[in-house]
């Protein structure tokens, strides 16, 4: 698999392109706030970027999406709850083919209703659910301590060990990690109850 992963903007958002090299067929995940050098980046490598998956419809993982679709032709993919305009409405267990590529989903609320991973060639891209070394607020509007824990607990953390983890900010010590890694190392992965989540999430 074709696989660029750019930081972009002040938030320090992750966008990237994957691509199947035998159609060179490419995908988008979360353009941010300008993806054009995800554009830059697939057009030199000779890719067609048909789709733009969102993790979640948060303005700075989203706020590109209408330019890069007008230019590209690229279809829009976000979860049904999901509040942005859609080409492809993404329900969990969906599988979605980038050429051959074969993309996942997996529906992850807690950060947002809406939230998703997306699982494609050994990779995880984790959006806002899980970062390297932390998670995803929980505070905000539409966000949910449980369903977060549920999410983390219950798909997160059953994943394959060796996934590449994806995240959706650089917040961690490093780019990229593994499921493995995060099961590990990760604070916010370490077994709890419920209750005891919760009583973690909400301590300053």
């Known amino acids: 698999m074709f696989f660029e992963q750019h930081v972009i903007g002040a938030m320090q958002n992750f966008g990237y392109v994957i ?3 035998a159609t060179k067929v490419a995908a988008v995940v979360d353009p941010s706030f300008d993806a054009r050098i995800l554009q830059k980046v697939a057009g030199e490598n000779g890719y067609a970027i048909g789709f733009i998956f969102d993790t979640h419809h948060h303005p700075d993982h989203v706020f590109d999406n209408e330019r890069l679709a007008n230019e590209t032709g690229a279809k829009v993919a976000a979860h049904r709850l999901s509040n942005v305009r859609k080409d492809l409405v993404l329900e969990d267990g969906m599988v979605v083919k980038v050429g051959q590529l074969k993309v996942k989903v997996v529906h992850t609320p807690g950060h947002s209703p809406d939230s998703c991973c997306y699982l494609v060639a050994g990779h995880a891209f984790t959006g806002d659910c899980l970062f390297v070394g ?3 607020r ?3 509007p ?3 301590v449980e369903q977060m824990y549920d999410s983390l607990f219950n ?3 059953k ?3 060796d996934l590449v983890v ?3 900010h ?3 010590k490093s780019r990229t990690s593994t499921i493995g890694e995060e099961k590990r190392t990760n604070y916010t992965l370490q077994p709890r109850t419920l209750d005891e989540f919760i009583r973690f999430m909400r301590t300053p």
């Open 134 to 136: 932390d998670c995803g």
């Open 138 to 140: 929980v505070d905000l």
């Open 170 to 172: 650089h917040y961690g």
């Open 155 to 157: 798909k997160v953390r």
């Open 166 to 168: 994806c995240p959706g």
């Open 159 to 161: 994943m394959e060990d």
């Open 19 to 21: 691509g199947d090299p």
């Open 142 to 144: 539409g966000s949910s």
